[in-house]
Structures are given as C-alpha cells and as structure tokens.
C-alpha cells in the first residue's frame, strides 16, 4: 500500500554497533540474538572514520539462536587499527545485538548495545542525545563517540557542561557521513570531569568509553533527550 502511494519501501533491517574494536590495545566479541523462531540470514559492515571498510559473509541463524565472533574473524582482509561502526543488514525485524569490548593485556570486559536504525527518534537514537558522563581526572579519562544514523551527511553540535552546571565548551562536528564513527575528543587528566549533549538536524546515536591509568575501558550507550536549550 505504501508503495502505491509513492512511498519508498524498505525491507531490510539495520543495527547500529557505534564503535567495535581491533587494535593492538583491544579486541570486541560481536553478539547477535535472534528473538524469532524462524532462520535469519544477515552481514555485517564495518566503517572507519579514515574512509576504509569491509563486508563480510553472510551469515544464518536458526531461531532462538545467537551468534557470537570475534571482530577479527568477521572481517579477516581488515587490518588492525582504530575503531569502526558496525552496521547489522537483515531482512529480518527480531535481531538484536551487543558487543563486548576487552583490552587485551588484562581481558577486562565492557558491554555495549547495537543500536536499532530507525526513521523516528528511539531510546538511543534521536536528533538529541545525553552523552553523560566524562571523566578528566588523575585516575580516568573518557572518549565520547558519535554516529550519524541518517542517509546523508549532518552537522551535530556537542555542548559540555561542568558539574556546576556551567556550559565550558561547544565542539561542531560538520559533515559527519552516514555510519561512521566520530570520536568527538578526549576528556584527558586536566580537563576535569564533564558531562555534554549532542544536537543534530537529523537522528544520531553514540557510546561513551571510560579508562582507567591500565588502559581497561567501560562502554555506555548514550540515551536520548526529549527536551533541551542549548546555551547562549
């Protein structure tokens, strides 16, 4: 019906991984859960903001099953090097995703959740998100990561804020390609902890990534805003 009216109709279904690992420093488990009862067939994409990217098999999945692969051996021909977005491509709508990040001297593990691509704002992609919380002291620094989830390029605006409440910087983000990571900045040891929102024309998604002086990390999924007022 709705391609009758003049609509386009797409049949595939996409999640989001903002940024899955294959460093020197660290490795991710992808996690694939298929909440059917019927076979999924689905492959995997990965971008990095250096403009490489890889494709990988198709893979199957019998109904209540769950696939779980290294990031490396979803992609073999893709050398190591910084993090990249993964992008789920199913026909099928019962998929849902996670990964887990180690660092590979202590194998510490932190979890992360695939993001649903959608039209319209979810609870983790929307045109406003809360990036929550960074870290910049002596014991942790913290990275927040951002991924446009549109069809297009966006610009996206990062307000940071102190614990005061005090707005201490804006970074603008332009021309952010679909499906790409962006590492908006380091919260390093003297930046003092902060927290920031992000704003887009369009629907964003993104994580946050906290480390400690042993280089072991924690992954949060940014949530989204309903309301905000940027700062004068």
């Known amino acids: 019906m709705l391609s009758d009216l003049g609509y386009s109709v797409n049949l595939t279904h996409e999640l989001v991984y903002p940024w899955v690992s294959n460093s020197a420093d660290f490795t991710s488990t992808v996690v694939v859960n298929n909440l059917s009862t019927s076979l999924a ?27 779980q692969e290294e990031a490396e ?29 180690n660092d590979r001297v202590a194998q510490t593990p932190s979890q992360g959740l695939a993001v649903r691509r959608s039209l319209r704002p979810t609870q983790r992609a929307g045109t406003t998100l809360n990036l929550g919380y960074l870290p910049g002291n002596a014991d942790f620094l913290s990275g927040p990561v951002l991924v446009n989830m549109e069809a297009a390029a966006i610009d996206i605006t990062v307000y940071f804020y ?61 949530t989204t805003v309903s309301s905000f007022t940027p700062p004068n």
């Open 162 to 222: 102190d614990t005061a409440g005090n707005h201490i910087n804006t970074i603008l983000v332009e021309n952010l390609v679909p499906l790409t990571p962006k590492v908006v900045t380091v919260v390093g040891a003297t930046a003092g902890d902060q927290y920031a929102v992000a704003s887009a024309q369009g629907l964003i998604t993104g994580a946050v990534f906290v480390f400690n002086t042993q280089n072991q990390t924690a992954i949060g999924n940014a």
């Open 73 to 101: 051996n979803i992609f073999p021909d893709f050398p190591q090097g910084g993090g990249f977005t993964l992008t789920l491509t199913s026909s099928s709508p019962s998929l849902a995703g996670r990964w887990i990040t």
């Open 41 to 67: 067939s689905f492959s995997f994409t990965a971008r990095r903001a250096d403009g490489s990217s890889a494709t990988s098999q198709t893979y199957s999945l019998n109904g209540g099953g769950f696939l």
